[in-house]
């Protein structure tokens, strides 16, 4: 489980095609980042729950499997492309964002990106079906950021296009600053809309 607040940012320093998986060895961009990873340990990277399965001197290891690759943006990571890093949190940790599974619901594709004096805005575009998931001034976390839903800009059989404010922070210490209108992102819907939605549709029945 994590809370969607980004500790550090990573880049790729090589990755290695294994059969239909593909192995990542990552740079964290905080030196001692690295230190107090063990093997076998959970980490959010994009947002996509993972595990450690190497540890090397300034760098870890992780293998993403096919089921993976084809429902996140991590398939599409090359070689000095940067990531968002979030160990698990623990029983004590304090809930800053929200609770984040790092279980990825869809992608989503970066329509707009407005630079604002103090913020920049991004118009991120998804399947219709998801619809039932989002509120205006809800959370979403996208690549593995806890973030709000400033408005739902469009609605139609076709997709969903959200709005959401980033401000300086995020955007200097995440992988938004490197993001291109164009690009995909991995979405995780609010864990209690959710379930929310599916005891409706069961009581429904």
Avoid: W
């Avoid at 230190?35 to 729950?49: A, H, L, M, R």
């Avoid at 959370?139 to 950021?145: M, N, P, W």
Wanted: net charge negative; hydrophobic share 35%; aromatic share 8%.
């Amino acid at each position: 489980m994590f809370t969607g607040i980004v500790q550090t940012t990573g880049k790729v320093i090589s990755k290695t095609q294994t059969g239909d998986s593909v192995e990542f060895d990552i740079s964290p961009s905080e030196d001692i980042y690295s230190e107090d990873i063990k093997t076998g340990e959970s980490i959010s990277i994009n947002g996509v729950c993972l595990t450690v399965t190497a540890i090397e001197k300034g760098s870890f290891k992780f293998t993403a499997v096919k089921e993976t690759l084809s429902k996140t943006n991590l398939g599409e990571l090359n070689t000095g492309d940067f990531l968002n890093l979030e160990k698990a949190m623990s029983i004590n940790s304090r809930l800053d964002g929200h609770l984040v599974q790092g279980h990825v619901d869809t992608t989503g594709k970066i329509n707009k990106i407005i630079e604002n004096t103090g913020s920049h805005e991004f118009f991120i575009f998804f399947d219709s079906k998801f619809r039932d998931y989002i509120i205006k001034i809800g959370s979403i976390s996208i690549d593995g950021i806890s973030l709000t839903i400033a408005d739902i800009t469009e609605e139609t059989d076709d997709g969903i296009e959200i709005k959401i404010a980033i401000i300086p922070h995020t955007y200097q210490n995440t992988t938004f600053r490197h993001l291109k209108e164009g690009d995909k992102v991995n979405i995780e819907f609010d864990m209690m809309g959710k379930y929310i939605k599916r005891i409706f549709e069961n009581n429904i029945k």
